[in-house]
């Protein structure tokens, strides 16, 4: 007996009803890029190692997905290579492509690419599925989409205010209430020079952000591990905890950080995207949280989030600025900053909470009954006229028993059926049946369009 088919751990099907709400998701995310000015691009599934090697993090890079070069990979391994067993270098040979990550290295790369072609500012979106070699669990996949939108080639926090009003114009039309978080990686940076571990920035940044997963004794242990001393430790758990209104905390922190550049710096910027924000009447409320660091090691400016309130998820939104990422590819000094939409994530909160319109769930508004050959060419051209009308209607392809075809009409919520015998083509009409009521009647073409149309 054949094994039953099966598919990778972290990965998922989508059948029709679940690609209706998934397009939903897209195609609204879609309209609001548009609504302020971004434009599409797509870049390949795999990447050059050399392009996602070195641009995560060290625990980015140890989740990126490797592809084994064609041909004989083997050939250029010795035998001293295979017995030693050193993975991390066997995938170096072995290994010259990756399944890319996120979509914001590949954009950077695509930027320094095709630069002569575009104009600066450059804002695009980008909706295409990411990899990631992470231990799947609720709401966490190995493969799963983005929707990111970027603006590169300009310094202005202006970009920052209006993808703030992206994200909130987005979750305003899916119903969903959420809040955004900001920070600033140069207050963290401020944070770790005055508490004197500026060299240990990274794994101060890697340890808070998981503030929300371990709570803050696990904070401690991990700051413990990674060489803080007590003292440090102490100095800056009543930092990130600081209460208040995003404010009153801005005004505590300047005192805090009155001996750092860097982290005045990022104060200075983040008051200007709330100040800017406020005028704007953000149906969400967004929040300073100063243990909020995205892991991801290019940002350099502002950095959000987005969590939804309503139903337990992680992260279902983020991004923040970079204002060196191309220089890695040859490009130094072009700015950017960006957010990325999880889909999978929106998706799974718009499950739990129900909040898909019925007409996002589109199937056909009519199903034509097969009566034989000489009724179906009756049914042909009206058949046209009204898909011409915009109206979805389809044919059942089989003279099958009424009652398959009426199961048929409703597995598919067809709202729906068409009945054309002898009768109907004498009148020239169709009877028209409600699948809801039962109610039947008899209508000319045009009527019928109208009828469907409402």
């Not at 030693?84 to 914001?104: I, Q």
């Not at 990631?132 to 799963?144: I, L, V, W």
């Not at 009756?378 to 009204?386: Q, R």
Request: charged share 30%.
């Amino acid at each position: 007996m054949a094994n039953k088919p099966s598919i990778p751990k972290g990965t998922r099907d989508f059948g029709p009803i679940e690609m209706a709400k998934r397009n939903y998701i897209f195609n609204t995310i879609r309209s609001v890029y548009e609504l302020y000015g971004f434009q599409q691009i797509e870049t390949p599934a795999q990447e050059t190692l050399q392009t996602l090697m070195g641009k995560y993090g060290e625990e980015g890079d140890k989740l990126l997905f490797k592809i084994l070069n064609s041909g004989d990979y083997l050939n250029k391994i010795s035998d001293e290579e295979l017995t030693e067993r050193n993975s991390l270098r066997l995938a170096a040979k072995l290994c010259e492509k990756g399944l890319r990550y996120d979509l914001t290295v590949p954009f950077a790369r695509y930027v320094v690419m095709h630069r002569e072609e575009l104009q600066l500012p450059f804002k695009r979106y980008q909706m295409q599925p990411v990899w990631r070699a992470d231990r799947p669990q609720k709401g966490r996949y190995r493969e799963f989409y983005q929707f990111d939108g970027d603006v590169v080639g300009s310094d202005s926090l202006i970009n920052e205010v209006e993808l703030m009003q992206i994200v909130d114009t987005v979750f305003k039309r899916f119903k969903v209430r959420v809040a955004i978080k900001i920070n600033n990686r140069k207050i963290l940076t401020g944070i770790a020079e005055v508490i004197g571990a500026a060299d240990k920035i990274v794994d101060i940044t890697v340890a808070i952000d998981k503030f929300d997963k371990i709570g803050i004794d696990g904070v401690r242990s991990e700051l413990a591990e990674n060489g803080l001393s007590e003292e440090q430790i102490k100095q800056l758990e009543p930092i990130i905890t600081l209460d208040g209104t995003n404010a009153q905390r801005l005004r505590k922190l300047k005192k805090i950080l009155q001996g750092s550049e860097a982290g005045l710096k990022g104060i200075e910027e983040t008051e200007f995207i709330l100040n800017m924000l406020s005028k704007s009447r953000l149906k969400n409320k967004i929040e300073l949280d100063l243990t909020l660091a995205r892991g991801l090691s290019y940002y350099t400016g502002a950095i959000f989030e987005v969590k939804a309130l309503d139903t337990p998820m992680g992260s279902i939104s983020g991004g923040g600025r970079y204002d060196n990422l191309t220089g890695i590819f040859g490009m130094p000094g072009l700015s950017g900053v960006g957010i990325s939409f999880g889909v999978d994530r929106i998706y799974d909160v718009l499950n739990a909470l129900d909040l898909y319109p019925k007409d996002s769930l589109q199937t056909s508004q009519i199903l034509f009954i097969n009566f034989g050959e000489k009724e179906t060419l009756y049914c042909m051209p009206i058949l046209n006229k009204l898909r011409n009308a915009g109206i979805r209607a389809e044919l059942f392809p089989d003279t099958a028993k009424m009652k398959k075809q009426m199961s048929y009409a409703n597995a598919k919520q067809i709202p729906y059926v068409a009945l054309a015998g002898d009768e109907e083509m004498k009148k020239r009409k169709i009877t028209l049946k409600n699948m809801n009521t039962g109610k039947q009647e008899l209508l000319t073409t045009d009527r019928l369009i109208q009828k469907l149309k409402k």
